[in-house]
């Protein structure tokens, strides 16, 4: 049997968890696990002396980036391996995780898998279906990667030190993969729970559609069309638009197995299309991961403590 090639996980987190045991548990001789963090957890040091293959990276805090791109930057530039898998400490990893990763590189090179984003509040409940079609459907059909679960090669970076050059000063760490490496989209999915309270959740959606604006202002275009669109025809014919949305969001539920009541709220989703889209545009901030963002251009970050 060939031997697997020696790969780095790059795992970002506040504190060893679930996922950390989880990720762990799938490394072969040669793997590494880079557990990053903002600072020197000591809890975290103490669980990684328990592993041979498990490193504490302190990243040090966001200066001009966002605190998870900064996180990725510093645990590329402490891989020791060529091959790179990014994932996230907020899904649960099952024991093929990794296997399944690397045979998709073995078979096409650059590859991502796909998030399902399931509501901790109630109004990230109701959003379901928006993120089932854009970071979900859209994701899958444009072959976009996910930052939570993809695998690439440094030497698939045309210039990787220009790229963590620009890692630190932006906030999408895959918007700016995406720019770099050319990836294929699996149609497999990893549950994420987002939101836990309303306003977590209205923070989460500025960040969406401001990292739509600055890395595919096309799209953003496109959102903004179709959003009102939308809109005109729910409020012009109410029934037809509830059956035909709803009908459509239980297909796309269908093709990626996911089992939640919440493509009933298509329609007045819908209706909401095009006011969610002004209002992430129009906000001029976001708080994320207890930090606040002024996102002025895509190499052009503030970031400061939230204080609200």
Known sequence: MEAATPTTIVLPTTGWNDACEQVAAQLRSGDELLVVCDDPCESVAERVADYADVRLIVAGEPEGCSGKANAIAAGMEAAETERIVWTDDDFYHPPDWLEGLRADYDRQGPTSEVPVFVGR???ATVLEPTHA???TLAVYLANIPWAGALVFERGDLEDEAAFLADLRRTISDDGLLMEHVDFTTVRRTRYVEIGGSIRETLENQVRFVQIVRYYDPAGLIVQGVIGAA???VCVLF????FLLTTTLMAGVYAAFGIRRWTFLAAY???LAAL???CYGLARRSFVWGGRRYRWR???DVGVEADRE
């Open 121 to 123: 509040d109630p109004l």
């Open 230 to 232: 939308l809109t005109a």
């Open 297 to 299: 251009g895509k190499f």
């Open 275 to 277: 006011p969610l889209l």
């Open 268 to 270: 007045p989703v819908a």
């Open 238 to 241: 109410p029934l037809p638009a």
């Open 133 to 135: 079609i854009s970071g």
